[in-house]
């Protein structure tokens, strides 16, 4: 089976802005969401929020379920990834056995 990683809305957004050449300060001005939150969310740094994604689709003319959706997809689609290839992923320090002693 394979796996299919779907996109960072980020990643979206980012062909949205080229698509329609809008610049990400304009879009920043037009939408009220500060212009760093989207520089993050476009180099997948951040998660997409409901309220960003409800501001896009208001924006962009589309469904606020359509951003919304982009970012479960991605989020499944790491989690199906991660359990199916455990050893190709990172580990998580936190999440491993703790030492016998501290100190």
């Given at each position: ?33 500060p ?13 997409l929020?409901p ?42 320090p ?7 002693k501290?100190?």
């Amino acid at each position: 089976m394979k796996t299919v990683i779907h996109p960072h809305p980020g990643k979206v957004l980012r062909e949205r802005l080229i698509e329609t050449r809008i610049l990400i300060f304009d879009l920043a001005d037009r939408t009220n969401i500060p212009e760093d939150a989207i520089r993050k969310l476009i180099n997948g740094e951040i998660a997409l929020t409901p309220k960003m994604a409800e501001k896009f689709a208001r924006f962009f003319g589309d469904k606020f379920e359509s951003w919304i959706k982009a970012q479960i997809n991605f989020e499944l689609s790491h989690v199906i990834y991660e359990s199916s290839y455990p050893n190709q992923c990172k580990k998580d320090p936190m999440s491993g056995p703790l030492p016998d002693k501290f100190g």
